[in-house]
């Protein structure tokens, strides 16, 4: 069974950082896209970040995020600096079954989804 658990969310002030990880078990995900969305109350949820033959981010986290993933350890991560409030939501990783998968901004392409860690930032 596959599952992806997140961890690392939490509050923070305007403009501290926090590191996200999400762990994935029952598959490996190396050659597969993983990906970040977030979803704030009475919102859509959106793409944040994706790992997979590149790397590509929303236009609003460009230069204050980053992702990465750690591969002996099946893990991606989201390094969040320069938070904002409107950066409060709740952050899902997500992944791609599909070996050789490019990152897609696209949240129906993914088959994988965790339960989601909850981010706050206050001003």
């Known amino acids: 069974q596959v599952q992806l658990v997140e961890s690392g969310g939490g509050l923070v002030q305007a403009g501290g950082s926090l590191r996200l990880a999400c762990a994935a078990s029952?598959?490996?995900?190396?050659?597969?896209?993983m990906g970040w969305f977030r979803q704030a109350p009475g919102k859509e949820r959106e793409f944040v970040a994706a790992?997979?033959?590149?790397?590509i981010y929303a236009d609003s986290v460009k230069g204050r995020f980053a992702i990465s993933r750690d591969n002996a350890k099946n893990t991606v991560y989201l390094q969040m600096n320069s938070l904002k409030p409107e950066d409060t939501a709740v952050y899902y990783c997500?992944?791609?079954?599909?070996?050789?998968?490019?990152?897609?901004?696209?949240?129906?392409?993914?088959?994988?989804w965790g339960q989601g860690t909850q981010v706050t930032v206050s001003s």
């Open positions: 790992s997979g033959g590149t790397r």
């Open positions: 029952g598959r490996t995900f190396t050659s597969s896209a």
């Open positions: 997500a992944a791609r079954s599909e070996p050789g998968s490019w990152a897609s901004p696209k949240k129906e392409g993914y088959d994988y």
